[in-house]
């Protein structure tokens, strides 16, 4: 039977994983071996299918008349180009899906540079032509400029395109999709175009493990392409580590791949990817070969980490209540295994016995980790993230990346000033037919950390950031400081209605009533620089009196629950946050917050009338005097009467002291108030 080996490559949400579906559910021979009838097949992952990404490269084979087709799904997104780099060096061929309708992106780049390095042959789908606003000769256009930029052979840049809409299972030669009736172009086209394994010089056994995989019975399974020999179930060979050492082991199993499962062989011959067990100890990029004539053949090389942080075992009040590994040595081993399988990541272990340096290729990369390691009942301490510098030439150089955004015109202004604060310099702009802007910028690794939220949030919800790692380069100067701060829990208890109520004036809340909270737990977030102390498990003193619809003005607003990317910008270096379980899918970030304005000492926001809060504001002020806090001026922008008797202001009308509402009646007094103690 002939064979090819193919990787499906593109940028994120591009329909790679949707391409391979329709492949697996259109092959006669996957119908017939199983009954998946369900969408995103290969996105097996929790999180995968959570976040609608491809996170870990996958595998699977079809026949295809008298042909088997091993495909390999990779990860479009560059925090996990670990996994795309390695795969390269399994296949002979990739598909590289273009959207119709935006064209090569900033990591599509990225996958194309690795599969031209490799010297692959290239079959382009432009796919999503099914869509409203696709523009598929304009994609095209840009496809072959892309080409022509990475440098491409003659040969590949001759490349076939097909022309799909994945989602309905359909492709062809033409772009008419009123013609398309199935997805077997797609596989006419790499039976014809693609070529078959090359024939190595070598006769002797060689095997280069590029993935790893667990089975309860057959413990680790190595997965790599056999570029010569053949491997028989039993057989004894040379396992060839990166440090060069050599040692005989023993082939327990066979496997190939068969549908999305594996199937037991009795041997496998030069060109397949298989699947072997038996060598306990084995890491990817290591060589299995021939025990008489050990040949290891060339490691595997990575991109360099660009991002780091420190995780360190959970030392909060909370520790060992929702997570069952908690020691040292628990989260020791955890990254040591995930070593084994990710060589994008580094682990660096520090003075601290109980502290690492965990290096990745960006944000998202280490928050799946994170998220992973919590799901799996790992309690720990994680720091704000860090971009890792260099010496080059005796010059401090940083992370650079390229950052591409589609967004409508009307936000353009907020972008540019947005990427501006954070040292970043654009070099394209474009405004299509429909009023979308479409601009790139050069930025600084740093300056990306933690602006994904501010940047939906700026835009409303319709803003599209795609990055993509760029070099290194000298270094652009200090970033401006924060302009927010942390509101902090000043006792421990269980929050309340009541407690949020007050707190909520402050800024924005993480945390919802019923939640358990300890002293110096960051639960919100302030517009103003410095901390905030406030008592979100305060209760309500009970008394005999009542007043008519009493409390029901007191709304408690929604919450926003951060997810680990976005709450990278609210820790300042050396404050860890501690991660644990709460619910299902909600990550808390705690930490301890250290000076800032006491903002309230009665833990009011306002005021609605009552002398007891000239009292509160006094007692307000000495205490942030006792604290040496630097009281500024009362600034009142804005003034609103109301009934002749309530003034209300501006949040900036009470300056630090987190006040929304002034009352008429106790205005002189807070004046009289200030002068005494500023």
Partial sequence: MDLRNIAIIAHVDHGKTTLVDALLKQSASFKQKTAENGDLIMDSNELERERGITIFSKNASVIYKDTKINIVDTPGHADFGGEVERIMRMVDGVLLLIDAKEGPMPQTKFVLRKAIQAGHKIIVVVNKIDKPDARVEWAVNATYDLFFELDATEEQIDFPIIYAAAREGKAGMEKDLSKMTDILPVFETIVKYLPPPAKSDIETLQMLTVNLAYDNYKGKIAIGRLYSGTLKKGQMVAHINRAGEIKKVAITSVMLFDGLGKMEVESASAGEIVCIAGIPDVSIGETIADPDHPIALPTIHIDEPTIKMTFSVNTSPFRGKEGKFTTSRNLKDRLEKELETDVALAVTPTEASDRWVVAGRGELHLAILIEKMRREGFELEVSKPQVIYKEV??????????????????YSGTVIEMMGKRLGMMTNMRVDDNKNAYMDFTIPTRGLIGIRNKFLTSTKGTGIMNTIFLGYEPYKGDLPPLLHGSIVATQAGTSNNYGLVTAQGRGILFISAG????????????????DVLVHVAREKELTNFRAKNEGLADQLQSQRQPALGQAGGHRKPGKPRQIHRHGEDVVQIHGHGIGGLFANAEGRTGCGGGQQHVAAFEHMIE?????????????????????????????????????????????????EAFARHA
């Fill in 393 to 410: 030439d005796g010059k401090k150089t940083e992370p650079m990346e390229l950052v591409s955004i589609e967004v409508p015109e009307t």
């Fill in 515 to 530: 939640v358990a909270v300890y002293e110096g737990m960051v639960v919100g977030e302030t517009p103003r620089e410095g």
């Fill in 623 to 671: 205490i942030a005097r006792d604290q040496g806090a630097h009281l500024l001026r009362l600034e009142i922008i804005r003034v609103v009467i109301a009934g002749g008797e309530n003034i209300s202001a501006d949040q900036d009308a009470a300056a630090h002291f987190g006040a929304e509402a002034l009352c008429a009646r106790i205005l002189v007094h807070l004046v």
